[in-house]
Nanobody
Framework: QVQLVESGGGLVQPGGSLRLSCTAS????????IAWFRQAPGKEREGVSC????????FYADSVKGRFTISRDNAKNTVYLQMNSLKPEDTAVYYC?????????????WGKGTLVTVSS
């Protein structure tokens, strides 16, 4: 059974950093693309970043380029999202998702999310 579990969310001040983790079970992480999405209150879910299977190409939303970094540790079957220079508008529930391909939506497998709150 495929499972994705996010962790690492919390409350952080503007300008601060957090590292989110997405740990997979039931499949080998490097066989699938892994993406991070987020959904802020009252807003639609949006793609944040994705790391492809195989060559590990990475993709970022314009709003997070230069601030967020996605990486994978295949030995730990975990994908990370390092978030620096956080802004109040980064506040959202962050979800990781898995699929054979990086997609803007319609990923096959989803975690339950972890809440990130950026506030002073």
């Amino acid at each position: 059974q495929v499972q994705l579990v996010e962790s690492g969310g919390g409350l952080v001040q503007p300008g601060g950093s957090l590292r989110l983790s997405c740990t997979a079970s039931g499949f080998t992480l490097d066989y699938l693309a892994i993406a991070w999405f987020r959904q802020a209150p009252g807003k639609e879910r949006e793609g944040v970043s994705c790391v492809s299977r195989g060559d590990g190409s990475t993709f970022y939303a314009d709003s997070v380029k230069g601030r967020f970094t996605i990486s994978r540790d295949n030995a730990k079957n975990t994908v990370y999202l390092q978030m620096n220079s956080l802004k109040p508008e980064d506040t959202a529930v962050y979800y990781c998702a898995a699929d054979p391909y990086c997609r803007p939506n319609g990923m096959d497998y989803w975690g339950k999310g972890t809440l990130v709150t950026v506030s002073s």
